[in-house]
T-cell receptor, first 116, second 117 residues
Framework: GDSVTQMEGPVTLSEEAFLTINCTYTATGYPSLFWYVQYPGEGLQLLLKATKADDKGSNKGFEATYRKETTSFHLEKGSVQVSDSAVYFCALSQGAFTGGGNKLTFGTGTQLKVEL | EAGVTQFPSHSVIEKGQTVTLRCDPISGHDNLYWYRRVMGKEIKFLLHFVKESKQDESGMPNNRFLAERTGGTYSTLKVQPAELEDSGVYFC???????????????FGQGTRLTVV
């Protein structure tokens, strides 16, 4: 079945440092890829997504590129802020055309802590 | 516009008791999903409703779990009887109709933290 593997945390960075959170996936067909973020005390929010190979999703300074050849969707940000402290989840989804039902398959989540 | 709302936010129950979790999706969203995150592990799919019908319940762990969606609006997830391994955070999500490509955004609630002691 489909699966997502992401780097384990927690990750602790200083403010303005560069962030990379690795994510790789195993899936049949052509899934859509997502990064969700959970800030303390809140639900999951969609951070960005990419729906086909070589697409780049971006939002709030975060970026991730759908790399089919390496089955990866690494999350990056050039300069993190304290307010970016959260848990980040990589996920994929298969639509009805490929046998899925838009349900999400998640990785284990990576906790990020940004310090001053 | 109200987001996805889950009740209660926390629940602590004893092994063998019954607990019912509730989810109110975003109005107009036909798709409703339940997920669960056991401590430190990945968030796992439990089941998917389209309106009042169960579209996919392949992730339900066993028959102690019963999900319903009355009239295609809110949904409940009942655990009876609860076991220690049922502890975790239960998330509900809703989305609009998906065109079939699997790229429709899902909106999540804050989750219900269930602790079985």
């Amino acid at each position: 079945g489909d699966s997502v593997t992401q780097m384990e945390g927690p990750v602790t960075l200083s403010e303005e440092a560069f962030l990379t959170i690795n994510c790789t996936y195993t899936a049949t067909g052509y899934p859509s890829l997502f990064w969700y973020v959970q800030y303390p005390g809140e639900g999951l929010q969609l951070l960005l997504k990419a729906t086909k190979a070589d697409d780049k999703g971006s939002n709030k300074g975060f970026e991730a590129t759908y790399r089919k050849e390496t089955t990866s969707f690494h999350l990056e940000k050039g300069s993190v802020q304290v307010s970016d402290s959260a848990v980040y989840f990589c996920a994929l989804s298969q639509g009805a055309f490929t046998g899925g039902g838009n349900k999400l398959t998640f990785g284990t989540g990576t906790q990020l802590k940004v310090e001053l | 516009e109200a987001g996805v709302t889950q009740f209660p936010s926390h629940s602590v129950i004893e092994k063998g008791q019954t607990v019912t979790l509730r989810c109110d999706p975003i109005s107009g969203h036909d798709n409703l999903y339940w997920y669960r995150r056991v401590m430190g592990k990945e968030i796992k799919f439990l089941l998917h409703f389209v309106k009042e019908s169960k579209q996919d319940e392949s992730g339900m762990p066993n028959n102690r779990f019963l999900a319903e969606r009355t009239g295609g609006t809110y949904s409940t997830l009942k655990v009876q009887p609860a076991e220690l391994e049922d502890s975790g955070v239960y998330f509900c999500a809703s989305s609009q109709e998906d065109a079939g490509w699997g790229n429709t955004e899902a909106f999540f609630g804050q989750g219900t933290r269930l602790t079985v002691v």
